[in-house]
């Protein structure tokens, strides 16, 4: 588990998951990578949504776009993290719950 994002709106958890191999019992498939996703916790409506599959490599290569162009004179800041989050967000069902 590792925090990537942590802003007024928005929290952003990145998970790494052993995915089971064909009985070979280490938890890595045959290409060597995990399974895993992200969860994304909206602190202004404290709802939460889990991606993971093809929504969280999206997701991640969004992510990966943004922080590229942080260099650019006219690259993301802050607010565009927050508007690209949202978009995600707008699925959110489950109510964040404190234990």
Not at 67 to 88: R, T
């Amino acid at each position: 588990m590792q925090m990537v994002y942590n802003s007024d709106s928005f929290v952003v958890v990145r998970f790494e998951m052993a995915q089971p191999a064909g009985g070979d019992g280490d938890g890595v498939v045959a290409d060597g990578l995990g399974r895993g996703g992200f969860e994304i916790v909206d602190k202004l409506t404290r709802k939460e949504i889990f991606l993971d599959g093809l929504l969280a490599e999206s997701f991640s290569h969004g992510v990966q776009a943004l922080a590229d162009s942080l260099g650019d004179a006219e690259g993301a800041g802050p607010e565009a993290f927050d508007e690209f989050i949202a978009g995600y967000t707008v699925l959110a069902q489950q109510p964040v719950v404190a234990h």
